[in-house]
């Protein structure tokens, strides 16, 4: 009798043991499974992010894709720079590159340069629409027989327009906008400028 209650104290403990382990064995597979959700959870949220940035990517490479090859062409022109706004193409000449300061006679030096963007014009833009546009910088005229900023400003767009006309670009489709101080830059000199823009139509 005393050894058939050693045998059943003993078959208790054991199944009091293998209940322990039993326990402390679900209860480890109950925290790998939360790590694994919580491992699952955080592959999908970096293949979120990757996706978004490969969108992201690819939305750029697109920009950069139907970005004009031409542009290059223009930036190639000593004193251009070439952006584009939207779909137009916007060609920014420092307008003390062309003109003497309160003048709206070309220099000579400019004839060269508008030279080569009347070709390229002509070239990658036979029938587009043109804009060009004057402006100056926010300095009130005192020295100058024009009236106004505004009157610069055109006439300076209208030199330009005529120089092309010259060198072969149609000017039924030039026209001509005076913006005069209304959108100055960062300094003086480069709120100077010209800008011709290629409508994209």
């Known amino acids: 009798m005393g050894l058939a209650m050693v045998g059943c104290s003993n078959n208790t403990e054991q ?5 322990t382990e039993n326990e402390e064995l679900r209860s480890q597979y109950t925290e ?13 949220r970096a293949k ?3 996706r978004s940035e490969q969108e992201r990517n690819g939305t750029l490479q697109g920009q ?36 003497s300061s309160g003048s709206a006679s070309l220099k000579k030096s400019a004839k060269s340069t508008l030279g080569n963007v009347a070709t390229a014009l002509n070239n990658q833009y ?29 006439d300076r767009a209208w030199a330009v327009r005529e120089y092309l006309v010259t060198k072969g670009v149609n000017k ?3 026209s ?22 290629v409508v994209d139509e």
């Open 15 to 19: 199944l009091d043991a293998f209940k």
């Open 32 to 44: 790998s499974q939360e790590a694994l959700l919580a491992a699952d959870s955080d592959l999908q």
């Open 48 to 50: 979120e992010a990757l």
């Open 64 to 99: 950069l894709d139907t970005r004009p090859e031409v542009v290059n062409v223009f930036e190639n022109i000593d004193g251009v720079s070439a952006s584009m706004r939207d779909k137009d193409l916007a060609l920014t000449v420092a307008s003390d590159l062309l003109f």
């Open 126 to 154: 036979p029938n587009q629409s043109i804009v060009v546009m004057g402006y100056t910088d926010t300095d009130k005229i005192t020295k100058s027989n024009f009236k106004s900023n505004w009157h610069l400003a055109f």
């Open 172 to 174: 039924n489709r030039i």
């Open 176 to 197: 001509i906008e005076s913006w005069g101080p209304t959108k100055p830059l960062a300094t003086k000199v480069a709120s100077r400028r010209v800008d011709i823009v």
